[in-house]
């Protein structure tokens, strides 16, 4: 019997944040950017982690603690983008902020999406004419090029799933229209499209027969769809270096893989591979970066901006390679020129030589 028990990472897969259809229908939210939204459905998330903690005032009213630092590494975004977010929320008013002081965090509180009823059935009706006019318009596309290739001589013909055209499968060339004799320059643009056509059509049935094994691709094709998964051997890896990952650096945000599109599965599994090929160890890759002041956002660069590596910036050949090699040990915090100088003795004997120098000048006058 299949166990159907639930695992942790499948309970966390099956978490959606709702994101209510009141910001796209109410004209007074239109201007808020896609990461105002974003932030918006994040905090009513967050609502019950509120009401399980009981955090409400004297009326009952529900606030959220929630730093805007921790808001930041959730959702990758820089700290000035999701107060720049906040202050959208602000502005259209469906969040209110308390400061309790004594350096407490703020009390945060989410308000309602306003949201009339003319423009809630306006919204639905508009939804459910496009979604049924772009399917209209589809099949009769559809349905028009079907019966184009019924009646028209030149349309490409069926041919079998594993057939290869060959000289004598081919289609028959397309024939020449009438040229009209002249320095007709329409004409001649549509006899060399014509032949171009021609040759094109020659030169693909020349082409070699390509057999593919679907089995020893790095992705599951899904019949009817395109939609592609990871092969379990390609997540198996991913997983690996990512456990090894939040093991070795733990001054970084914890690695989740929920929200990966395949392509970013398999650029991540690519560059694995490649420093696996070169030897590299990930165990050293990673103990690199968390000795980096830099690499884990205890200091700030040159622009004052704070940087956080991730697993996909680490594994890229030529970071990894800067990583070993010891370019982000020291702290880009100070430049050498910068450096102050707490040398007493010599700071004394550099005021000695100016007050002699000073001396010497009026001396001499």
């Not at 159907?4 to 910001?23: D, G, H, K, S």
């Not at 105002?36 to 005032?57: C, E, F, P, Q, V």
Request: proline content about 7%; charged content about 30%.
């Amino acid at each position: 019997m299949k166990n159907r028990r639930y695992r942790i990472e499948e309970t966390v897969q099956e978490r959606f944040i709702r994101m209510p259809y009141a910001l796209f229908a109410n004209p007074q939210y239109k201007p808020l950017t896609p990461k105002a939204k974003i932030l918006y459905a994040l905090l009513l998330d967050r609502m019950t982690l509120s009401i399980k903690h009981g955090w409400k005032n004297e009326n009952g009213e529900v606030y959220l603690i929630y730093p805007r630092e921790t808001i930041a590494d959730l959702l990758g975004m820089q700290p000035k983008t999701v107060s720049n977010a906040f202050k959208e929320l602000h502005d259209a008013k469906l969040i209110e902020e308390e400061r309790p002081g004594c350096g407490r965090s703020n009390r945060i509180y989410v308000l309602h999406a306003e949201m009339a009823a003319d423009d809630a059935e306006k919204f639905s009706v508009d939804m459910d004419s496009n979604n049924e006019s772009d399917s209209d318009k589809e099949l009769e596309k559809y349905e028009r090029y079907m019966q184009m290739c019924k009646n028209d001589t030149h349309c490409i013909p069926e041919t079998p799933e594993n057939e290869v055209l060959t000289p004598s499968s081919a289609p028959e060339p397309l024939s020449l229209l009438p040229i009209q004799k002249g320095n007709n320059d329409a004409s001649r643009k549509v006899k060399m499209t014509l032949e171009k056509s021609q040759n094109d059509l020659r030169e693909t049935s020349k082409l070699p027969t390509i057999h593919t094994d679907l089995n020893q691709t790095d992705f599951i094709q899904t019949e009817g769809r395109d939609v592609r998964t990871p092969l379990p051997s390609m997540q198996n890896t991913v997983n690996s270096a990512l456990q090894l990952f939040a093991e070795k650096c733990p001054s970084l945000p914890q690695p989740i893989t929920i929200g990966w599109t395949p392509n970013h599965t398999e650029r991540v599994y690519h560059q694995l591979e490649f420093l696996s090929q070169q030897h590299c160890s990930l165990d050293t890759l990673f103990t690199q970066v968390e000795r980096s002041d830099f690499l884990t956002g205890r200091v700030a660069g040159y622009d004052k901006r704070v940087f956080r590596a991730d697993i996909d910036w680490i594994t890229r050949p030529d970071n990894a390679s800067k990583i070993l090699t010891g370019k982000y040990d020291t702290s880009p915090t100070v430049r050498p020129q910068d450096k102050p100088n707490h040398d007493i003795e010599a700071y004394e004997r550099d005021c000695e030589n100016l007050i002699l120098e000073a001396t010497e000048g009026l001396n001499a006058n």
